[in-house]
């Protein structure tokens, strides 16, 4: 299987800053590819550069085997790209929006049967003659899929494409996403869903710029930096989460603590069994027990190892 | 500079653009109705006192008697001399063109017949594009008839008349003077509005990002979103002609090919100006202060609703600073005074190089800013 993306220390610097900093990645075909990280650790300029929106300040990257610089033109005509929000036109139909984006690409005689296709893919053909502006949050995404889909594109980039929509439409669009996988497309998907990132066959999380972690949902989860040698995680379930949590931040031993709705998620030194945690908590011990590191855990060690880092440095 | 001449995809957005102003012809109309309302507001408010109209003498007479009448019009505030012309052809042409409002022809054997107590007269040609001037000087003209030369004294009381015509306007109509002005402002208020608020529409919207990740070049997006502005303007343009004509009664007197082409050139200037706004604002609410900025000093010293060579000299000089001057003075010269390329080819020239830097240097900074 031959990879859609492969990005070696691509590098955007603003002024004194680095933006994006020395990123190496590669994504596989047919894949649902997450990219994750907080809000301006550097994702859409990431994207806008393998968009060939944005000049890299070094490094290279390929996108469909297309050099994004020497050969932006046909990176844009390779791929498909959803922005951020609805990007579309709230003031055209459906059908208008389309027709636009179909002659955008000049895809000419074959343009009637591409939007029709697209309008079948994304099932918004009983919205057809619909203003953009009139519809729901979710539907406004599935036009822009539409419409970043009407040229057939092996890859497509998609912005944060569930941020703002109801979990029903949310559940819905990823769903497309996969059957969508399943006939060939890539995509490169940015999210601060942690669900979605479950779902995705590889992911990279970045951090101001740096490329914290790569790989697939589980190998993250067992990263040495997640769980640290000598440490283990518990999972403490309470009703006076503040509470609970300002006491266990002065336990002798607790290396991280993170509150998870109404659970604390703590790693301690393995020597602590979770009977002798409950007792320092004055809880009863059948609410701590131990726990794998989700995702979100993952993430959040990572960071916070990151930022050590650089505190010792 | 490639992108400059990639026109891909205009087509496409000029089938967007269009279907986009279709789907508001509300805010279209009224776009285009306000200004004219406020035209016709102030075209029968304004009124000015009338002084220091420019004027030309064709002195054919070397006498006392005509030398102590020109030091009377000289000495007046209703009329400067600003020219001595040599024949009688370049006094009218001295009118057509513009640059003055007000012409004498002092006679042959003026001075004699003044002495000789045969009552000469002296023709007048006033320009009658704007009918409050005209007004003015045709009242102050015939006055000068009645005033004693001074400095010139024959035994009996000297006695010599004025007789002005009134060219182009004979009836002194108002209209004739504001309705060229307001096509002016029209075509410029609305092409720099529009323009601005659609470009930097996309920007607001976040739909710029998604445009450019399309093949659509960058001269393709920007001609795109040009054209479907020539049209409306094009339609707005032959709107305003048609009022004037039919509803305010102007004839033009020149030629209405070279009238269209010129104001197609105009358009450089105004689409220039609103590509430019669209790049430096970041939001709709800018760029409409922005083009407000542009626009209020415009109305007020190009000549569009005051007459020019009433202003004082800093607001005249001010006044070449500004394109629209220049269209002003071209409308009123072929719609009024009949005027062609040879009595306006220096506003022509000046607007022209206006509009080809203007649009010039915008379009690069739009390409520069679609980077």
């Given at each position: 299987m031959s990879d859609a993306i492969a990005i070696d220390a691509l590098t955007k610097i603003y002024g004194e800053r680095a933006v994006v900093d020395a990123i190496s990645l590669s994504v596989p075909s047919s894949s649902v590819f997450g990219f994750l990280g907080p809000n301006g650790s550097g994702k859409t300029t990431t994207i806008k550069m393998l968009c060939g929106l944005v000049h890299p300040s070094a490094g290279r990257a390929t996108v469909n085997g297309y050099d994004v610089v020497t050969q932006s033109d046909l990176v844009r005509r390779s791929i498909g790209y959803m922005a951020q929000?609805?990007?579309?036109?709230?003031?055209?139909?459906v059908d208008e929006n389309l027709e636009f984006y179909t002659r955008a690409y000049g895809l000419g005689a074959r343009g009637r049967e591409r939007k029709d296709a697209v309008i079948e893919t994304v099932g918004i053909g009983r919205y057809r003659h619909y203003l953009g502006a009139q519809l729901s949050g979710g539907w406004q995404r599935r036009l822009a899929l539409a419409a970043a889909l009407i040229h057939d594109p092996p890859l497509v980039f998609l912005d944060e494409p569930t941020a703002g929509i109801d979990p029903v439409a949310r559940r819905d669009l990823w769903d497309l996403l996969f059957r969508l996988t399943a006939q060939g497309k890539t995509f490169f998907v940015t999210t601060h869903y942690m669900d979605e990132a479950e779902r995705c066959s590889s992911l990279a999380y970045i951090y101001e710029g740096r490329l914290l972690a790569k790989g697939s949902p589980e190998e993250i989860r067992e990263l040495q930096e997640v769980t640290p040698r000598g440490s283990v995680r518990y999972t403490i379930a309470t009703d006076e989460v503040m509470d609970v949590f300002r006491r266990v931040r002065s336990i002798?031993?607790?290396r991280d603590a993170t509150i998870f709705g109404r659970d604390i998620h703590v790693v301690v030194d393995a020597s602590m069994t979770a009977l002798a945690l409950a007792g320092a908590l004055r809880l009863?011990?059948?609410?701590v027990s131990p726990v794998e590191p989700s995702l979100e855990d993952a993430f959040v060690m990572l960071t916070r190892s990151r930022l050590q880092d650089e505190r010792a440095s | 500079m490639n992108a400059l001449l990639d026109f891909r995809g205009a087509g496409a957005v000029i089938y967007k653009e269009l279907r986009q102003i279709m789907r508001s012809p509300f805010t279209l109309a009224l776009a285009i109705g306000v200004p004219m309302v406020q035209m016709l507001l102030l075209g029968y408010a304004i009124n000015t006192t009338v002084e220091h109209v420019p004027a030309a003498v064709f002195r054919e007479d070397r006498g006392p008697a005509a030398q102590a009448f020109i030091d009377g019009l000289t000495g007046?505030?209703?009329?400067?001399?600003v020219e001595y012309v040599g024949d009688r052809n370049a006094l009218r042409s001295a009118i057509v063109s513009g640059r003055v409002r007000v012409a004498f022809d002092i006679p042959p054997n003026f001075t004699a017949d003044v002495v000789a107590g045969r009552n000469p007269a002296i023709g007048s040609l006033i320009d009658g594009s704007d009918s409050a001037i005209a007004q003015v000087a045709y009242g102050s003209a015939i006055a000068l008839g009645g005033i004693p030369l001074r400095n010139f004294t024959t035994g009996a009381i000297p006695q010599f008349e004025v007789r002005p015509i009134v060219m182009f306007n004979p009836s002194m109509r108002s209209a004739n003077f504001f309705v060229p002005g307001l096509i002016g402002l029209v075509m410029q208020n609305i092409t720099i509005m529009l323009t601005a608020l659609a470009i930097v529409g996309e920007r607001e919207r976040g739909t710029l990002d998604q445009l450019l990740?399309?093949?659509?070049g960058t001269a393709g997006l920007m001609f795109g979103k040009l054209i479907p502005y020539v049209l409306v303007a094009g339609v707005q343009f032959c709107a305003v002609l048609l009022v004037m004509r039919f509803i305010f009664q102007v004839p033009i007197a020149g030629n209405l090919a070279l009238l269209t082409a010129v104001s197609l050139a105009f358009l450089l200037v105004s689409l220039g100006l609103g590509l430019f706004i669209s790049t430096v604002a970041q939001t709709q609410i800018q760029a409409q202060l922005m083009a407000i900025f542009i626009l209020l000093p415009s109305v007020l010293v190009s000549g569009a609703v005051f007459e020019r060579s009433l202003m004082p000299e800093p607001m005249q000089l001010f006044g070449y600073v500004i394109p629209l001057t220049y269209y002003i003075e071209i409308l009123r010269g072929i719609i009024?005074?009949?005027?062609g390329i040879a009595e306006l080819w220096r506003s022509m020239v000046a607007m022209l190089a206006y509009g080809v830097i203007t649009f010039v240097l915008a379009s690069i900074r739009f390409v520069r800013s679609t980077r």
């Open positions: 929000g609805f990007a579309l036109y709230g003031d055209l139909t002798e031993g607790i009863d011990p059948s609410r | 007046s505030r209703t009329f400067d001399v990740v399309t093949p659509i009024v005074r009949g005027a």
